[in-house]
């Protein structure tokens, strides 16, 4: 297919490959630096190569000059960090441990403290009851003794009493009836008189 | 070859060179064609900055994912405003 | 030249696109394979720049970090946390010297965009672009067949879980979306972005320019010029964010490679 529209002498159109020549020979746009009509989205060649020898270039300089000694910088630092933190940690534990410790002791000095104050009371408990049942067993041997005292008082007074209330009944009725009354022979009057 | 006898009779009628005609053409189609491809794209990147913008500010700790993740976006969404805008360049100064 | 107003009824005419894109010749010129030109000298000072930052970093002493060295680091850490850990993990840092690579060569590439003097993103060629991203396919595929040997491209093409019948349909267009259109479209990614900037930055320029020169139309000055520091500064952050997004679609093919399973 080859079809050209020409208007004065120009080429308007053409719809193939084939060179034209003359003014319009710049359709190569690989080598379109003498003045004519190139396509500006294909790459040209001179571009490309120096384009691809400079990034190689970097690529290169990068992976083996100029990253090592400044990733060698950030490992050893990263890694100063690391034991830095590593050594924090541990000091962390340790103080971790020494309060655990420190808990621990102050736990079973209290526990020491508690057991102690308990026996105490315990002791002080069973002083205290033994203090109370010897106070006890002489209050009532006292009270024994005194109810015995009384007892024998009692009953001595009550003899005594009986004694003179006899004597002082059979005088006063020997006096009312105006003769001696035998203190013997009245004897059981008196004693159901004063319901012994 | 319909374009080109057209063309053709429209060159002989009137006194406009065929070159200022090929421009024209080749300049309003160029528009034409950054100006369609420009929509899609145009409505695709303000909707995914729209959901990036949101997700940002329900959750901010995430920022820096969801920035990258736009940027990607972005750069897969504008590739067809940008082939536009190749064969803008291709029709207008070709 | 910047004006048809000679001709025409006046207007601005905007550059062919040849003239804001391709550069003379400095080194070697006729040459078409060694011609060496702006291109070349913006990817060699890619080579250059960060090679002196790292060579001054590393012959730094002592464990805290100063001056370059900080630099150095600073970018490290941001490619190690940024880019490689969340797509790798910690068996990613094997490939860390070329994913740094991609990134400061990228950077430098597209940096130049808004510096004086050179005002050409170097990947607004498709050269540079073109051929990272060839490096970064050829490295995720080495990458896939040394860990996984040829059960990679089984487990690309005919990925578990899929009823036999379906293969049919699922194989080509795995093998196309990811042999044939991720390295393409992994380039042109970087490609059109450094062009669509340049271009527009050459836009806001030429109108400052030329609404400079024209005289009665001065008054929208005020608006194109702050339009071109506006972009100006867009641009520096597209620079930067092309250039991470690139290193991190690297990185993420071959985390892929690594894992297939996922």
């Known amino acids: 297919m080859t079809i050209h529209v020409t208007f004065d002498g120009q080429t308007a159109f053409r719809f193939t490959e084939e060179e034209e020549e003359g003014e319009h020979a710049e359709t190569d746009s690989h080598e379109g630096d003498d003045g004519g009509v190139t396509n500006p989205v294909l790459p040209v060649w001179n571009e490309v190569f120096w384009a691809a020898l400079f990034f190689f270039a970097l690529w290169a300089l990068m992976k083996f000059v100029l990253l090592p000694p400044l990733m060698a910088v950030r490992a050893e630092r990263e890694d100063k960090i690391r034991a830095a933190k590593d050594a924090a940690d541990s000091v962390d534990a340790d103080l971790g441990s020494a309060t655990a410790d420190y808990d621990a002791k102050i736990s079973a000095a209290r526990d020491e403290a508690n057991s102690i104050i308990g026996q105490a009371r315990e002791e002080a408990d069973n002083r205290r009851a033994e203090l109370q049942a010897a106070a006890d067993a002489e209050i009532a041997d006292l009270r024994a003794s005194a109810d015995a005292e009384l007892a024998t008082a009692r009953a001595s007074a009550l003899g005594n009493m009986r004694g003179d209330v006899g004597d002082l009944a059979v005088q006063a009725a020997g006096q009312v009836i105006g003769s001696d009354i035998d203190r013997s022979a009245a004897q059981s009057t008196i004693d159901r008189v004063l319901g012994s | ?94 | ?262």
């Open chain 2, 1 to 94: 070859m319909s374009i080109a006898s057209t063309a053709a009779q429209v060159l002989a009628q009137t006194d406009i060179t065929a070159d200022e005609l090929k421009a024209a053409e080749g300049a309003s189609s160029a528009g034409f064609a950054y100006g369609l491809a420009a929509i899609g794209p145009g409505i695709g990147i303000g909707y995914l900055v729209g959901q990036a913008v949101q997700a940002m500010a329900r959750q901010p700790e995430s920022a820096g994912t969801v920035q990258t993740t736009m940027f990607l976006g972005i750069a897969f969404t504008e590739a067809l405003a940008l082939i536009g805008f190749v064969v803008f360049i291709l029709l207008k100064f070709v």
């Open chain 3, 1 to 262: 030249m910047l004006f048809a107003a000679e001709e025409g009824g006046g207007g601005l005419a905007f550059p062919p696109i040849e003239n804001i894109v391709e550069w003379a010749p400095i080194l070697f010129e006729g040459n078409s394979l060694l011609e060496f030109n702006k291109i070349g000298l913006i990817h060699f000072l890619g080579l250059l720049l960060p090679a002196i930052l790292f060579f001054v970093a590393g012959r730094q002493k002592g464990l805290v970090p100063s001056g370059a060295r900080n630099v150095a680091e600073g970018i490290i850490d941001f490619i190690e946390t940024q880019v490689v850990m969340p797509t790798m993990g910690a068996e990613g840092m094997r490939y860390f010297p070329m994913l740094l690579s991609f990134f400061l060569y990228i950077f430098i590439g597209n940096i130049t965009e808004v510096i004086p003097f050179f005002q050409m993103p170097a990947n607004a060629r498709m050269a540079g672009p073109l051929v990272l991203a060839l490096v970064a396919w050829a490295a995720f595929i080495i990458v896939g067949v040394k860990h996984n040997g040829m059960g990679y491209f089984k487990s690309v093409l005919f990925p578990s879980g899929v009823p036999k019948a379906l293969y049919l349909l699922v194989t080509p267009i795995e093998f196309l979306s990811t042999f044939i259109i991720r390295p393409f479209s992994h380039a042109v990614r970087l490609f059109a972005n450094m062009l669509a900037g340049h271009i527009l930055l050459v836009t806001f320029s030429v109108l400052c320019i030329g609404l400079w020169a024209a005289k009665p139309t001065v008054i929208v000055e005020a608006l194109t010029f702050p339009g071109l520091m506006l972009f100006t500064a867009f641009e520096i952050g597209v620079s930067l964010i092309q250039a991470f997004v690139f290193t991190i679609l690297a990185s993420v093919y071959i985390g892929l490679a690594l894992h297939p399973e996922h």
